[in-house]
């Protein structure tokens, strides 16, 4: 069974990616416009209608700026935690009853012939999850917003065939930067976001003969740039003996614009 996956825009100021197999396509976030989305899925050749689901990470706006505009345009559930729907429900406008749908850590959600794992990761939101989709044969999973590694993060990882990544800041730039200190600290914080080091050795610790994409993404503007994550991430691949290309396919995302398409 075919999958495809994208980014439609991944960064600080707005997250959203799709999966699609020939009979279920779904969202995950929708942290930039509904105009944007639509543009995105035209891009693709799909329908707003067409999406079966859209699934949130959690609360804070760049993950759920466009949720209420596209699921009333386009009819389309929205899937999140209880603490995220608490949370954000005030943010997103009406949302039609039957629309509004519920996922629980470590407990499957089955979208058709796709099933969505929901994770939880350390962020400073009510209920955060990172999320697994399986189909047949394959695995996608999204891993952003994560603050610290824990050993089930790891464990959720594992086995993965396209990995989204969060490669949020080089560290010495936050330190070096022009943010004020509370702001350093919570995203150097073990509840904040990952920096391009913490990637690098993260993959080193999940690599398998199974991955085959991964996407360095949910990059900070003021404090990274796609040049340095990717060569911060390579580097610490090489000298545990990781070659890209050999083993698997590295590339970062836009903050802005749609990814390429990657099938399985």
């Not at 543009?39 to 706006?61: K, P, V």
């Not at 962020?123 to 996608?140: F, L």
């Not at 949020?168 to 995203?187: A, F």
């Not at 993404?217 to 545990?240: C, D, F, W």
């Amino acid at each position: 069974m075919a999958v495809k996956f994208c980014t439609i825009a991944s960064g600080s100021s707005g997250n959203s990616a799709f999966v699609g197999t020939e009979h279920t396509k779904i969202l995950i976030d929708a942290g930039v416009s509904g105009k944007c989305i639509t543009q995105a899925l035209s891009y693709l050749e799909t329908a707003g209608d067409t999406i079966d689901a859209l699934f949130i990470t959690h609360e804070h706006t760049d993950h759920i700026k466009g949720a209420g505009v596209i699921s009333r345009k386009f009819d389309i559930p929205i899937y999140a935690t209880c603490g995220t729907w608490q949370s954000m429900e005030n943010q997103i406008g009406n949302i039609s009853q039957k629309n509004k749908r519920f996922v629980y850590a470590q407990e499957p959600c089955i979208i058709n012939d796709i099933c969505v794992y929901p994770f939880a990761i350390p962020h400073d939101a009510m209920e955060p999850v990172g999320y697994s989709i399986e189909t047949e044969n394959h695995k996608i999973t999204i891993a952003t917003d994560l603050g610290h590694i824990t050993n089930d993060i790891k464990q959720k990882l594992l086995d993965s065939e396209i990995l989204l990544l969060e490669a949020n800041h080089d560290e010495e730039m936050v330190k070096n930067g022009c943010y004020p200190y509370y702001l350093k600290e919570r995203i150097l914080g073990k509840k904040g976001h990952i920096s391009n080091r913490t990637a690098g050795n993260l993959l080193c610790d999940i690599m398998s003969e199974r991955l085959k994409y991964v996407f360095l993404g949910h990059m900070s503007e003021q404090n990274n740039y796609p040049r340095l994550a990717y060569q911060t991430v390579k580097s610490i691949l090489e000298k545990n003996d990781i070659k890209i290309g050999k083993y698997f396919q590295l590339d970062t995302v836009s903050r802005y614009n749609s990814s390429r398409v990657v099938e399985l």
